[in-house]
């Protein structure tokens, strides 16, 4: 199955700076990237996705970027605010035909005012 | 319109109790997940359902985790005797399709068991 990692497991900045998050990968068939944000005691919620057919997407402040050769994927936001600050969950597909899909571990983004 | 919901939000079980956690996916959502998330951790795959069909229950912890969805629809885990590392977020989640090109799966609010 899927292998998924994520770095770091907790990421303090100032607001207004930028957050990178990082996934790696297993499976080099696997073609779809999603990010979920959760906040405390909600439910993950997709912020952005990505295909395997391009290798860059932007939503506002939100952006990931995809390296399929080295099987990393990346989450930036810019110009960070206080209402950022949860925990941010990547993802990566299983093999097979449906939609199972295996998540990172997590980062726990805070920003400071 | 309405999202995924679960019930109950927060069940309190003492060790050995059994206990049934209900799903209801978005209307017409074909793929149903099921979940476990620790305090910390990332959703963990248990089982998936297909319409009515149970595809996959690789992440099942033992045999005393099952689920069903008979009618394709509304799901149930059901946990028999629990134990205290049962403890955790039991998150449901549906999506649109069922195979081919991947879609959002959308969450519900979860159950928080808590196995005293």
């Known amino acids: 199955g899927e292998n998924v990692e994520q770095h770091p497991s907790t990421l303090s900045v100032q607001e207004g700076d930028s957050a990178v998050i990082k996934c790696t990968y297993s499976d080099s068939a696997s073609n779809y990237f999603p990010w979920y944000k959760q906040e405390l005691g909600k439910r993950p919620q997709l912020i952005i996705d990505i295909r395997s057919n391009v290798g860059e997407k932007k939503d506002q402040r939100i952006a990931v970027t995809l390296n399929k050769t080295a099987k990393h994927f990346s989450l930036h936001i810019t110009e960070t605010q206080p209402e950022d600050s949860a925990v941010y969950f990547c993802?990566?597909?299983?093999?097979?035909?449906?939609?199972?899909?295996?998540f990172g571990t997590g980062t726990k983004l805070q920003v400071i005012p | 319109g309405a999202g995924v919901s679960q019930s109950p939000r927060y069940k309190v079980a003492k060790r050995g109790q059994d206990v049934a956690l209900r799903c209801d996916p978005i209307s017409g959502h074909v793929s149903l997940f099921w979940y476990q998330q620790a305090l910390g951790q990332g959703p963990e795959f248990l089982t998936y359902?297909?319409?009515?069909?149970?595809?996959?229950k690789s992440g099942l912890p033992s045999d005393r985790f099952f689920a069903e969805r008979p009618e394709g629809s509304v799901s149930t885990l059901k946990i028999q005797r629990t134990q205290q590392e049962d403890s955790a977020v039991y998150l449901c989640a549906s999506s649109p399709r069922g195979s081919g090109q991947r879609y959002e799966q959308y969450f519900g609010p979860g159950t928080r068991l808590t196995v005293t």
């Open positions: 359902f297909q319409n009515e069909a149970q595809l996959d």
């Open positions: 993802a990566a597909p299983n093999s097979g035909g449906y939609q199972k899909v295996t």
